[in-house]
């Protein structure tokens, strides 16, 4: 698949780092260092316009290496972005540890994932079928 991307961001294009990644990560395009502190949250932006086809999706997700190492994670994950927005990537960050975070100019902030997706036409009805599970949610199969 080929998408069509706008780069205003002092960095290379987003790639893949290997033929079995699901995903690129993205880069802070900053013109200075933005401290993020404890449970603190900012919108750090990369300097990407993306073009998708109809039918996809990019979902921002977390870099698991900032998650575990400084518990700076993506505030709404997956993020969406849709197919007919044409404005800049922003992420949103938040830092859950007691530390503060030093996001620098190129840093990998996030990672973004193409996905294709239906929408789907909802049928109003009076009763869904049953099944073996029924209602049951949120811890319904116990903790073993």
């Known amino acids: 698949m080929k998408i069509r991307i706008i780069n205003k ?3 290379e294009l987003p790639q893949y780092a290997t033929n079995a990644s699901a995903g690129v990560d993205l880069r802070a395009n900053i013109a200075s260092p933005i401290t ?4 603190e949250r900012t919108i750090v ?4 316009f993306i073009e998708l ?3 996809y999706e990019a979902q921002i997700r977390p870099r698991s290496g900032l998650a575990a190492k400084y518990g700076v994670t993506v505030l709404n994950s ?3 972005i849709d197919a007919d927005y044409r404005g800049e990537l922003k992420i949103i960050l938040v830092n859950l540890s007691n530390e503060n975070f030093i996001i620098n100019d190129g840093e990998r902030i ?18 869904l079928a049953d099944t073996a599970r029924g209602a049951g949610g949120f811890g319904h199969t116990g903790t073993k």
Do not use: D, I, R
């Open 78 to 80: 997956p993020g969406t």
């Open 110 to 127: 996030a990672q973004m994932v193409v996905a294709a997706h239906e929408q789907a036409e909802w049928l109003e009805v009076h009763e």
């Open 9 to 11: 961001s002092k960095h």
């Open 53 to 55: 086809p109809v039918g």
């Open 36 to 39: 993020l502190k404890s449970l």
């Open 45 to 48: 932006p990369t300097g990407l």
